[in-house]
Nanobody, 124 residues
């Protein structure tokens, strides 16, 4: 069983950057496909980006393409989400999730393991 812990969230001004981390324990993360989702107040949790166990990334909404980058460091058992040019609409709780079978899936139910989330707040 893998446990996921997110970190790196915080308060940032519009145009700023943050790097979120998803650190795994219990099992090696390199056999999992890992994704980031986010959930803004009053909205559904939405897919942001994912990276396959062998690399290969997928990005969700057009609004994050070109601004967010997902990458992994298997030696550190961690997946990252680098976020730049942040906008107030990026404000949300960001969750990482791991799937044994599904790479690049947008569907929450395809991910067996979830972290508790980290809050990102972008002020205008």
């Amino acid at each position: 069983q893998v446990q996921l812990v997110e970190s790196g969230g915080g308060l940032v001004q519009a145009g700023g950057s943050l790097r979120l981390s998803c650190a795994a324990s219990g099992r090696s993360l390199d056999s999992y496909h890992v994704a980031w989702f986010r959930q803004a107040p009053g909205k559904e949790r939405e897919f942001v980006a994912s990276i396959g166990s062998r690399g290969g990334s997928t990005y969700g909404t057009d609004s994050v393409k070109g601004r967010f980058t997902i990458f992994r460091d298997n030696a550190k058992n961690t997946v990252y989400l680098q976020m730049t040019s942040l906008k107030p609409e990026d404000t949300a709780v960001y969750y990482c999730a791991a799937s044994t079978f599904y790479s690049g899936s947008y569907y929450r139910n395809n991910y067996e393991h979830w972290g508790q989330g980290t809050q990102v707040t972008v002020s205008s």
